[in-house]
């Protein structure tokens, strides 16, 4: 087992993605806003990938919706959990693989390419490059892509503007190169973050079509962390529909701890 993996599996093996994106604001807004994006790009039922499927919240619905959709999901934990809620769902195929390596699919064999974690913890240049390249592949042209990745500027604020054992300066040495402008990318981060000019430079000379770069969360994952916050179902419901309206505003994206890029194969 690769250190990447090692990270990985240590850090999901307990079963934490199961209740992810329902047992906080910020993961509601970021399943809303993902569903959101599927919908506006990707209406009609067609053959899906998933990788970093997950315990298999976008997969599930999406089966249920009609679409085909295959899951490839890396740590045992999640596969397990995922292959038990997929039974009954003829729709679904789970499959346990990592984003790295698509061999096992052909070319062109995906109408949408669901790429919603493996850029969190994919740490080597060389590998974000095999990564996206690997789900453009087997995305068919014309089809939709919609990968995850992370603000390192959400990261700063929501993991070390809160109390010990953290620091501000030690977030700053973590993330930042000396000048404060580069982005540190390393194993030991466990997440990784870029900012927005960043990672849309890592798919700028790819085959795709940028669509949209989205605010997944806004910023309801830092403000959720005060002993203090409280959001009814009545607000909840009008900060999504707020949300909703503006998260491809460009001045809210280092907002989000979490971003989607939408892009189409040309």
């Avoid at 109390?163 to 930042?176: I, K, S, V, Y």
Wanted: proline share 3%; with cysteine.
């Amino acid at each position: 087992m690769d250190k990447r993996t090692e990270i990985v599996e240590s850090f999901y093996g307990d079963g934490r993605e199961e209740d992810r994106l329902t047992r906080s604001r910020h993961g509601q807004m970021e399943y809303l806003t993902t569903l959101s994006c599927i919908d506006r790009y990707a209406p009609e039922p067609c053959d899906v990938l998933e990788l970093g499927a997950g315990a298999g919240a976008y997969s599930l619905t999406l089966a249920r919706e009609g679409y085909r959709v295959t899951a490839l999901e890396l740590v045992d934990k999640n596969v397990e959990m995922l292959r038990r809620k997929a039974e009954g769902v003829p729709t679904l195929t789970v499959l346990q693989g990592d984003a790295l390596d698509l061999s096992r699919f052909g070319d062109d064999s995906f109408d949408l390419t669901l790429c919603l974690g493996p850029l969190y913890h994919i740490y080597d240049r060389g590998d974000m490059d095999r990564a996206l390249d690997e789900a453009i592949r087997v995305t068919r042209p014309g089809g939709v892509l919609l990968v995850a990745f992370l603000s390192v500027h959400a990261i700063l604020y929501a993991n070390y503007l809160q109390a010990p054992p953290h620091t501000f300066r030690a977030g700053l040495a973590e993330n930042f190169e000396g000048d404060l402008t580069s982005v540190r990318h390393f194993p030991e981060q466990c997440f990784t973050g870029f900012t927005v000019a960043e990672f849309e430079s890592l798919c700028a000379h790819k085959p795709v079509s940028h669509l949209a770069t989205v605010s997944a969360d806004g910023g309801l994952e830092i403000v959720e962390g005060r002993a203090d916050f409280h959001l009814s179902d009545e607000d909840f419901r009008a900060f999504a529909a707020y949300h909703l309206r503006h998260c491809q505003d460009r001045e809210l994206l280092g907002l989000s701890n979490h971003l989607l890029y939408c892009c189409k194969k040309n």
